[in-house]
């Protein structure tokens, strides 16, 4: 059974950091296209990082670049997201997703694999 578990959500205050990381089990997930999205209260599950699994490359929304960062440890099984000079508008509940696909993939369409979500909240 493939399953994706998140963790290291939390408050903060704005400017402050958390890295998140989301555990992969049931399936190997190393050949996986890997990515991060999040959903505040009352709008839509939006994309916010990716890194592809065969050839790796990372993608990011505009409003995260340069302050997040993806991972992945393969041996591992674990995804990172670094997130640094948080901002009150990145609370959400942040979620884990697996996609077989070659490229990025920016819409919840895209990924097969979920997992539960870990509420990140910054205080202003």
């Known amino acids: 059974q493939a399953q994706l578990v998140e963790s ?3 408050l903060v205050q ?3 950091s958390l890295r998140l990381s989301c ?7 190393n050949p996986y296209t890997m990515a991060w999205f999040r959903q505040a209260p009352g709008k839509e599950r939006e994309f916010v990082a990716t890194l592809s699994g065969v050839i790796p490359k990372t993608y990011y929304t505009n409003s995260v670049k340069g302050r997040f ?3 992945r440890d393969n041996g591992k099984n ?4 670094q997130m640094n000079s948080l901002k009150p508008e990145d609370t959400a509940i942040y979620y884990c ?4 696909r070659i490229g990025p993939g920016y819409y919840p369409r895209d990924y ?11 205080s202003s």
């Open 14 to 16: 704005a400017g402050g």
């Open 8 to 10: 290291g959500g939390g």
């Open 97 to 100: 997703a697996a996609g077989q």
């Open 23 to 29: 555990a992969a089990s049931g399936v190997n997930f």
């Open 69 to 71: 960062t993806i991972s």
């Open 78 to 81: 674990m995804v990172y997201l």
């Open 112 to 122: 097969r694999y979920w997992g539960q979500g870990t509420q990140v909240t910054v």
